[in-house]
Nanobody
Framework: AHLVESGGGSVQAGGSLRLSCTTS????????MGWFRQAPGKGREGVAI???????SVAFSVQGRFTISKDNAENTVYLQMNRLKAEDSGTYYC????????????????WGQGTQVTVSS
């Protein structure tokens, strides 16, 4: 599988961005797609995951502000980020794994290159 993220950029606090992750070469019917992020000097953390049937789950830190969704026809998963805060800044990665969703990023064998999000306060 090959993943390509897009949609990152610089915004002021309170603004919005929508990240996209387009997949190709994926052969598993049941799979989980996730968004993870890494801030400078910090470890990578899970942001949102979505099952094959579209069931989403988002991290507590972004609940009410971020939404994950997918378009099966376009082989694309989205992360809508609203009311952005400075602490949301970092590199955002898309990842995919076969089977059901897990928050454990070690379970995800395939990752994109990442897209940078910078939120200024």
């Amino acid at each position: 599988a090959h993943l390509v993220e897009s949609g990152g950029g610089s915004v002021q606090a309170g603004g919005s961005l929508r990240l996209s992750c387009t997949t190709s070469g994926w052969t598993y019917d049941q799979h989980c797609m996730g968004w993870f992020r890494q801030a400078p000097g910090k470890g990578r953390e899970g942001v949102a995951i979505i099952e094959s049937d579209g069931t989403p789950s988002v991290a507590f830190s972004v609940q009410g502000r971020f939404t994950i969704s997918k378009d099966n026809a376009e082989n694309t998963v989205y992360l809508q980020m609203n009311r952005l805060k400075a602490e949301d800044s970092g590199t955002y990665y898309c990842a995919v794994k076969p089977g059901v969703c897990w928050w454990n990023q070690d379970r995800f064998p395939t990752w994109g290159q990442g897209t940078q999000v910078t939120v200024s306060s």
